[in-house]
C-alpha cells in the first residue's frame, strides 16, 4: 500500500488548507484512515483518525476546527482544517492500517502569525 499525502502550504493565523492522502489500493480494505503530525522539537502525534465503519476522533486541540473525511470513489481520504492557529504548524503524515501500518510521506504546514 502506497499513500500519497498533499495539500500543505503556507497560511495565515486563521486560515484553512485541505490535506489529501491517496492510497495505491482500495480505500474499502483500510481498517484505520489517519492524519499524525510532527511539529518541529516534537515528538509525532495522531491528530485525527477514522475508521472504515466512520467513527472519528480528533486530538482535543483540533476538535471543532478540524474534520477527517473520505471519498471512496477517488481512494482518498481527507484532512479539512479551519481556524489554523501558529501550533498547528508541523510536518503532516497520512496513516493507514490494513494488515499493518503505511505512511505517507510528510507534507508541511506553515501557520504564520
Known amino acids: 500500500v502506497q499513500l500519497q499525502a498533499s495539500g500543505g502550504g503556507v497560511v495565515q493565523v486563521g486560515g484553512s488548507l485541505r490535506l489529501s492522502c491517496a492510497v495505491s489500493?482500495?480505500?474499502?480494505?483500510?481498517?484505520?484512515m489517519g492524519w499524525y503530525r510532527q511539529a518541529p522539537g516534537k515528538q509525532r502525534e495522531p491528530v485525527a483518525m477514522l475508521s472504515n465503519l466512520g467513527s472519528t476522533n480528533y486530538v482535543e486541540s483540533v476538535e471543532g476546527r478540524f474534520t477527517i473525511s473520505r471519498d471512496t470513489a477517488e481512494n482518498t481520504w481527507y484532512l479539512q482544517m479551519n481556524n489554523l492557529k501558529p501550533e498547528d504548524t508541523g510536518v503532516y503524515y497520512c496513516?493507514?492500517?490494513?494488515?499493518?501500518?503505511?505512511w505517507g510521506q510528510g507534507t508541511q504546514v506553515t501557520v504564520s502569525s
Open positions: 496513516y493507514a492500517f490494513s494488515r499493518g501500518a503505511s
Open positions: 489500493g482500495s480505500i474499502d480494505s483500510m481498517n484505520i
